[in-house]
């Protein structure tokens, strides 16, 4: 099946009992069990419930994988995957991660014996550089956050296997319905399903996909140990949005090229960070290995940081908030805001930048807003 009908169908069979077309949302702690040691595949929710088995089905799918596990947070996921590795383990990071990916592992896992080196994922020779022995596993954004770099997925993992390390990708931007790492080669990919996959606005949650069946067994045992699980009803809410990813990551793709033609165009805007601009470093591997190139565009202002806050705070459809992948447009200014924790590293943001989450209002209200705003700096 296609992938649209498999994001509406796949896990997600009518209710056996009642018809319900939707998924139910199973808000029960525990399960009567029939005697000692017999029950009908459920005990206690924080190790398993329906609703949650219905979302991991459906995403793994919508990844081309053979299991999914659903965590509260993307950085519980992002977590437990790290917490397959070994004190003493090596991890290569990119030099442009995300704030939150970069504080766990630079201030939790690192303290703890797991070293860990910032590369540029674009470059072969420069994560051949950075390689040791004790390298265990190598992280991938594509595109990244919020540099919009685009990594060969294909490369890298066939460069991490070739010397026995893990290849994780990070796919929260560009979501299964534009790219799927693990057909690339990939061995795990994360998600936070808070930005598209939710794509409301109204869940907090995580998603790790893998085909190996060792890993999924470690992952279910620190999922069901650790804890950290979503509710009913953020999985739930996570499946809503699904049903509708791929109609929505069509109109995010169109809104994004119209405001890219916008910011090209205007004065106050120094340098534009899209996939989709033949420019772009990474333009030819994005249109190898995407589908399309995302809802996500950065851009820095002449004037640096004073004019970049000042146009972060002037426009009236783009809310100035974290996070991204929803229907309505966000801006925000990372260096201050979700790249803060990174602001004393080698993975500092440049204050002249803004990362757009473009959504799915009308095109010509956002540009007309952006323009406005861009207006106020010259």
Not at 233 to 240: K, N, Q, S
Not at 287 to 295: A, L, P, S, V, Y
Request: glycine share 8%; aromatic share 6%; net charge negative.
């Amino acid at each position: 099946m296609e992938f649209e009908t498999r994001a509406i169908h796949d896990g997600q069979e009518p209710d056996p009992s009642t018809g319900a077309i939707l998924t139910p949302i199973y808000a029960t702690s525990t399960y009567v069990q029939d005697e000692v040691g017999k029950h009908k595949g459920y005990e206690y929710s924080r190790t398993g419930n329906p609703t949650r088995t219905a979302l991991q089905e459906c995403l793994a799918s919508l990844e081309n994988a053979k299991h999914g596990l659903a965590f509260a947070s993307g950085l519980a996921a992002s977590d437990a995957v790290l917490r397959l590795l070994l004190p003493g383990d090596h991890i290569v990071i990119p030099d442009d991660a995300y704030g939150g990916t970069y504080r766990l592992v630079a201030r939790v896992f690192e303290p703890a014996g797991f070293p860990y080196s910032p590369v540029d994922m674009t470059s072969l020779d420069a994560l051949a550089s950075a390689w040791r022995d004790e390298t265990k596993l190598v992280w991938i954004e594509s595109p990244t956050n919020p540099m919009l770099t685009v990594v060969d997925i294909a490369a890298i993992a066939s460069f991490a296997h070739e010397r026995g390390a893990l290849c994780v990708v990070d796919n929260t931007f560009a979501t299964p319905y534009l790219q799927q790492p693990i057909s690339l080669g990939a061995d795990i990919v994360v998600h936070s399903t808070t930005k598209y996959l939710g794509g409301h606005s109204d869940v907090v949650g995580g998603f790790v996909a893998l085909n190996d069946e060792e890993r999924a067994a470690r992952l279910a045992f620190l999922q069901n140990a650790v804890g950290a699980v979503p509710s009913p009803f953020d999985c739930w809410l996570v499946l809503r949005g699904v049903r509708t990813l791929a109609i929505r990551m069509e109109k995010h793709c169109a809104n994004a090229r119209a405001v890219v033609d916008l910011l090209l165009d205007h004065p106050a805007v120094d340098r534009v960070l899209y996939p989709g601009l033949p420019e772009h470093l990474g333009h030819d591997v994005a249109t190898k290995q995407m589908r399309d190139f995302g809802g996500m565009v950065s851009f820095t202002c002449h004037g640096g940081e004073e004019a970049a806050l000042r146009v972060a705070a002037a426009t009236k459809l783009f809310a100035l908030a974290e996070s991204l992948g929803a229907v309505e447009s966000l801006i925000e200014h990372p260096a201050k805001m979700t790249h803060a924790s990174a602001a004393d590293s080698p993975l500092a943001v440049d204050p002249a930048l803004i990362r757009l989450s473009v959504g799915i209002e009308a095109a010509s209200d956002l540009v007309d807003d952006l323009k406005q705003a861009l207006d106020t700096i010259g």
